[in-house]
């Protein structure tokens, strides 16, 4: 991995040399336009509406439109120029419980990597993050852009994930939610049936893009065949004239196909699940460069840690 940024965690009196790197990247397959009668690449002029001239990118410059009407031109250089006070530090402003933070703040999301003279400042804040049960919140300038974000531990590792402004996330306002709905017991206690024949340890790995694969193959068989190649048609959606329209029947016929599926997997897939019963706590890792590992119990701290971050450093 290449490093995106480089500068510094600052929080007190404390300043921790670091790097940091994309957690996240993109596996989909990049199309071109072209032209479809010769395969030519398309390509795009950028021109003037005024002179109706080309124009260089370097004499592009931007522009806002007021309300009157009226545009304001602002360079590249005078953006650059702007003095954000952050710099080229990760500056911690304080410190809040982990639930507190609405998951729909989350943005993106990157490793931090001390310089090796740094180990013993980062290993001392990854350990007191974990133990307090903290995210740190801090202010961060990536790309010519301050952002707010968060300093959470994700095993051995600190990640810093940028979080949106307040103004970003727009408030649902759904009228039909409004409305009052009455839900009998028998209701009640069969989506709770549904939702627990349906419980499972979270494994991301269990799941693929579906679309990815699909777009993967259809360009590997034009490929190997030299033509176009219709994509396979869905498949037929289940029939209507079995429809359940009773809620209770539905959640029910559910839980049925639930439970008949997963018999119907055999012991072989039930050795590959996680077992319910089995939660890892933590405990008190040492202040060292690799944490002590942390036995599993059925009780632990009060409060639950995300599913990602339950283990905490390992050893």
């Known amino acids: 991995m290449r490093p995106v940024w480089k500068g510094s965690v600052a929080f007190g009196m404390v300043t921790i040399p670091v790097r940091l790197y994309s957690a996240t990247q993109e596996h989909d397959i990049r199309f071109h336009q072209v032209h479809n009668a010769d395969g030519g690449r398309i390509r795009y002029k950028r021109f003037c509406e005024v002179c109706g001239l080309?124009?260089?990118?370097?004499?592009i410059d931007r522009a806002v439109e007021q309300p009157?009407?009226?545009?304001v031109t602002v360079s590249r250089d005078e953006l650059g120029e702007l003095a954000v006070a952050t710099g080229h530090e990760i500056d911690v402003v304080e410190f809040v419980p982990v639930?507190?933070?609405d998951p729909v703040l989350y943005n993106r999301s990157y490793y931090v990597e001390p310089e090796s003279r740094s180990l013993k400042p980062y290993v001392l804040?990854?350990?007191?993050l974990y133990e307090t049960d903290r995210i740190a919140i801090c202010r961060v300038t990536l790309r010519q852009r301050e952002s707010l974000a968060a300093l959470r531990v994700r095993g051995d590792v600190i990640i810093v994930q940028t979080l949106l402004w307040p103004d970003e996330v727009r408030e649902p306002s759904f009228e039909v939610?409004?409305?009052?709905?009455?839900?009998?017991?028998?209701?009640?206690q069969m989506a709770k049936s549904l939702v627990d024949s349906l419980t499972e340890d979270f494994d991301p790995a269990a799941f693929t893009d579906r679309y990815a694969e699909a777009v993967a193959d259809l360009v590997a068989t034009k490929a190997a065949e030299g033509g176009s190649v219709a994509p396979k048609a869905p498949e037929p959606a289940a029939s209507e004239t079995g429809k359940v329209t009773d809620l209770v029947e539905a959640l029910r016929a559910s839980v049925e196909q639930a439970k008949s599926e997963r018999s119907g997997?055999?012991?072989?897939?039930?050795s590959a699940k996680?077992?319910?019963s089995t939660r890892t706590t933590k405990s008190s890792p040492k202040s060292s460069s690799k944490p002590a590992p942390t036995p599993s119990s059925s009780s632990g701290s009060s409060r639950k840690k995300p599913a990602s971050d339950r283990n905490g450093p390992s050893a």
């Open 99 to 101: 639930e507190q933070i």
């Open 125 to 128: 804040l990854r350990q007191a």
């Open 54 to 59: 080309e124009v260089a990118y370097d004499d």
């Open 265 to 270: 997997s055999g012991s072989g897939s039930g």
């Open 274 to 276: 996680r077992s319910r």
């Open 68 to 71: 009157d009407g009226t545009v």
């Open 177 to 188: 939610l409004s409305g009052d709905v009455e839900l009998r017991s028998q209701e009640r």
